[in-house]
């Protein structure tokens, strides 16, 4: 499998509208550029990951106008696509920071809700519902487990994907620049310890005056940084063995070891 992830800098001055128009642009560019068969898009880039003031006022419904042109570009590019997160209004008026997956029909594969949200007693922590579902997107080389930014430090999570089949894992993230060694670290730790690949891509620029991390990277299943970008706008691609994780798990059985487990609702 050949993946790309797309880091893209978040510039408070361009509207919504004027955004979503150019990363449909850059994954059709890409797409014909690197031919992946995979494309992976950041957290929230709509709004920026830290504008909390945008998320009632740009959130939108699942099948909204993020839906529509994500659906298009994955049509029209003939790939997957993960369309990182959009803050999402349900039925009822409640927000979450919901991922889509676009299979390349253009059809969505999967969606999630953004389990573990960032802030404590504030942000995305009190705006955002939280999610309660573990999510896999299984494509016809492999099962894909989905994870958003904070999700990262939470290993339990990563385990019960693991138990319901995942070999890969794609979190899109806005990364803080100060916290940008965790960010590294964490990828590398839920690659080594689920002998998994992580494919974790994040944002540059500055969101509501935080300076984003970058460096999005690819991480192999023995913990091996594959590629990583840099701060601003930047284009991963790499080419995945994807035998490499049965491989790895069958070499260092450390999976079968286990003797705790968690009990998650999982679909």
Known sequence: MRASLIQIAVDEGESVNSRRSRVSSLVREVAGRERPDLV?????????????????????????????????????????????????????????????????????????RKIHRFGFDKGEAVLMGAGSELVTVRTPDTAIGLATCYDLRFPELFRGLVDAGAEMFVVPAGWPARRREH???????????????????????????????????????????LAEAGDGEEVLTVDLDLSKVAATREQFPALKDRLLGMDVPRR
């Open 183 to 225: 960010w590294t670290l964490f990828a590398r730790a839920r690659a080594v310890e689920d002998q998994a690949y992580v494919l974790a891509c994040g944002t540059g620029g500055t969101h509501a005056d935080v300076p984003q991390a970058g460096h999005s990277v690819v991480v192999d299943p023995w913990g091996e940084v």
């Open 40 to 112: 992976v898009l950041p957290e929230l880039w709509t709004t920026g990951a830290f504008a909390y003031e945008l998320f009632a006022s740009e959130a939108e419904p699942l099948e909204g106008a993020t839906y529509e042109a994500m659906a298009k570009a994955a049509s029209d590019a003939g790939l997957w696509l993960h369309a990182g997160s959009i803050p999402e209004r349900d039925a009822s008026g409640d927000l979450y920071n919901t991922s889509l997956v676009f299979s390349p029909e253009g059809e969505l594969a999967a969606s999630y």
